[in-house]
DNA sequence: TACGTTAGTTAGTGATAACTAACATTTTAT
DNA sequence: ATAAAATGTTAGTTATCACTAACTAACGTA
């Protein structure tokens, strides 16, 4: 039954500090949603510092881009920029929860902040960008830029995923089909040859 | 003087708020980086509150949107759609502190959260669409669709802008007109007939 | 010179938050 | 049924924070 009450404090810590941020939840307000006393809280987690840790710990997906580059892709590139499209959403929405906390604490983990950002997507836009050169290659589109395609491609994804997860009643909510359809169709035309 | 001094803390306040979030920073931090008294601050604005609200207020930007559009535009369509991205980037830029404070206080602020976003970009969205839409009866452009197509490419420039401001030295750094000219042309070749 | 404005200083209040300690109660496993 | 583990309760410590009050010092202006 440990595990039991570790997780629901888990859980309401996730649910308060991602709508809140950390340094605007108390333990206090943990607790209350956990249903549980303060003290079992710190007697789960030493601090306040461990119940964010174990929080982003637990909400940190680490993404296996190559391993989908290698595995997942047809040749025709409409149809790979869809499924690209779709897995690094997939991935994102994944991370939603530490995006939505750091961003609200940016000052206090900068460091996370970092590893959100960079790490991860360049290694992605490298990826999409040998993709791009891959097809020219293979002559199914143009001699583009290919990192600066990458770039666009992906900051494109990106600010739909910010869109969706900083406004809850937005009007691009329920339109990720349709988006990812639009972008591509427009990426698709504008690249190919 | 007195204008001097409130002046001296409204600017403190920005710059500790931007980076910050606005519980994060204490009016002693204010006071100390504006290099006055704390009590000064409260003589000056009454509440924490009422210093954000100054902030808010000196930095908050309405868009000129309409009369942009019926001003500036040339009919070029690759020409049109690079003006129409620096306008809308230049205006997220001067509304960045604002941004960012709200993001790293969502919770409390959510009405101001709502402002931001919907009804400037809600606007420009219509904006952008007409244009395809007179762009298509003038036979320069396929006919699309419009609303959808405004939508990608108005979230793309929101991605760049994102990334620029959550994330200070990012690998996006001055690169604002390389990303605009191929987000551009990408766009016009996208939609071109 | 006298006065008003502006700012600094110091002390304090009340609220909240993170965290600790000691002890009581419930739950679970054997 | 009983011991051990998990949780609750209560009280308290320390620190910070928004904000107030009272008094003082510097300044320009009439």
Redesign the interface.
């Known amino acids: 039954m440990k595990k039991d009450t570790k997780d629901k404090i888990l859980t309401a810590a996730t649910s308060l500090m991602t709508?809140?941020?950390y340094?605007?939840v108390s333990v206090k307000d943990i607790a209350i949603v956990a249903g549980v006393s303060e003290m079992t809280v710190f007697r789960h987690f030493e601090t306040k510092m461990g119940i964010l840790h174990a929080v982003l710990h637990k909400h940190s997906y680490i993404p296996y881009f190559e391993q989908f580059f290698s595995q997942n892709l047809s040749g025709d590139v409409a149809n790979d920029l869809k499924q690209i499209a779709n897995t690094y959403l997939a991935f994102m929405e994944k991370n939603k929860p530490i995006f939505l906390i750091t961003?609200?604490?940016?000052?206090?983990l900068p460091e996370l902040?970092?590893t959100i950002?960079?790490n991860q997507t360049?290694q992605l836009q490298q990826l999409v960008a040998a993709y791009f050169q891959y097809q020219i290659e293979q002559g199914k589109i143009r001699e583009?830029?290919t990192k600066?395609?990458a770039?666009?491609f992906l900051?494109?994804?990106?600010?739909?995923f910010?869109?969706n997860a900083?406004?809850e009643h937005?009007?691009?909510k329920d339109?990720k089909d349709?988006?990812v359809q639009?972008?591509v169709?427009?990426?698709?035309?504008?690249?190919s040859i």
């Open positions: 709508e809140r941020g340094s605007n961003t609200q604490d940016r000052s206090m902040m970092n950002s960079n360049q583009i830029d600066a395609q770039i666009v900051t494109s994804l990106f600010g739909f910010v869109s900083l406004w937005h009007f691009l339109q349709s988006f639009h972008l169709a427009t990426f698709v035309s504008g690249i």
